[in-house]
């Protein structure tokens, strides 16, 4: 079997599974969030995972039959076909709140330059890498997006159409 990009294909629950080669599969996927950002698979069992193209895995809240041709399915949620795995801005914001490893808390100053799409150096003693950036609002963490942080630097990934420049 190939990739179609055409259609959606639910993701095959293990490696052992797998049908198409370099498709990720969800107990991959659920590792992934877990090791890296300390999300625990349980937060995702009412969600299914989808693949649409190479290696962009969405996320449904509910079932469907696979495969399906349509245009959306839920949210994107990560990129899986290239190096290192990347999750997605609309991914942050929505179960950023769950993370508990690479998140980075940002004060306002960082937070504004972030939201902009603005670079910044600074340090951080955890892990180089895709991280969830943060910031503090009334005393709750609000997930901004994804940043890469390298070389005492995080690089804002917050797509140019989402980019905010805020007070």
């Not at 969830?132 to 709750?140: F, P």
Request: with cysteine; aromatic share 12%.
């Amino acid at each position: 079997m190939s990739n179609d990009g055409q259609q959606f294909d639910r993701l095959p629950q293990t490696p052992a599974e797998r049908t198409i080669e370099g498709r990720a599969s969800r107990e991959e996927v659920l590792t992934y969030f877990e090791d890296r950002f300390g999300i625990p698979p349980e937060i995702f069992e009412d969600y299914t995972f989808w693949e649409k193209g190479a290696g962009k895995i969405w996320i449904y809240a509910g079932e469907a039959p696979t495969p399906l041709a349509i245009e959306a399915l839920g949210m994107t949620c990560l990129r899986t076909r290239q190096e290192h795995w990347k999750p997605t801005t609309d991914f942050a914001q929505r179960f950023g709140t769950e993370a508990s490893r690479c998140v980075i808390d940002l004060e306002h100053e960082g937070a504004r330059r972030f939201a902009a799409g603005e670079d910044q150096d600074l340090e951080w003693d955890g892990d180089w890498g895709y991280l969830i950036a943060a910031h503090e609002l009334a005393g709750e963490r609000y997930p901004l997006g994804i940043g890469l942080y390298v070389h005492g630097e995080l690089r804002s990934m917050v797509p140019k159409g989402r980019q905010r420049k805020l007070q």
